[in-house]
């Protein structure tokens, strides 16, 4: 049995189709091969709705700028003594794999390895405030150690997740609104 929906102007149509097949009545051995169908029409009530003032396609991002996207790469796999943080062995097998994905994509790849903190967030607000107007899309890819509590390492300190996203918030880094704004931090916790 199919049942379909369809709409007409202010009135809601309900149409059933069933069928029976000899897939559908194994025990019935003087069945034709013919398919008997029937059809039947419900009206029901009138449908009353709002236009969406946003189409489906006004949920696809454009992707039309001279440049695809951008995403840096911070990776941190060597740690401050003081900060009693292993190395993050595997790092550069991510750091290829993500390398690789992107560039498929057509985004420009930068990578920045084993940064400070101070270094990191100085690149961060460096990175939202250049010209990217032409970029479809942005993407930070945060390797590191970090807490549950929102914090990633650099090799010397922590920096608060939300000071790596605020940067690129549309009030903040206003080549970038209205576009996505990717952020993936895969951190080992301790």
Do not use: M
Not at 70 to 75: A, D, G, P, R, T
Not at 89 to 110: C, E, H, M, P, Y
Not at 130 to 150: M, Y
């Amino acid at each position: 049995n199919l049942s379909l929906v369809e709409e007409h102007s202010s009135t809601q149509i309900r149409s059933s189709l069933s069928c029976d097949s000899p897939q559908n009545k194994p025990n019935n051995k003087t069945w034709s091969s013919s398919l008997k169908c029937s059809v039947s029409c419900t009206s029901l009530l009138p449908v009353f709705s709002i236009p969406s003032e946003k189409s489906p396609s006004s949920y696809v991002y454009r992707t039309d700028g001279a440049e695809r996207g951008l995403c840096v790469v911070f990776s941190v796999d060597k740690f401050d003594p003081i900060l009693c943080l292993p190395p993050r062995n595997g790092s550069l097998v991510d750091i290829q794999n993500i390398k690789r994905a992107f560039t498929s994509l057509d985004f420009r790849v930068i990578v920045h390895s084993n940064p400070t903190s101070e270094s990191l967030f100085s690149l961060i607000r460096t990175i939202s405030t250049q010209n990217l107007r032409d970029h479809d899309c942005f993407a930070c890819v945060i390797l590191s150690h970090g807490d549950e509590g929102g914090l990633i390492y650099a090799t010397d300190g922590s920096i608060p997740v939300d000071r790596i996203i605020a940067p690129f918030r549309g009030d903040q880094c206003l080549d970038l609104r209205g576009k996505p704004k990717l952020f993936f931090i895969q951190v080992c916790p301790f």
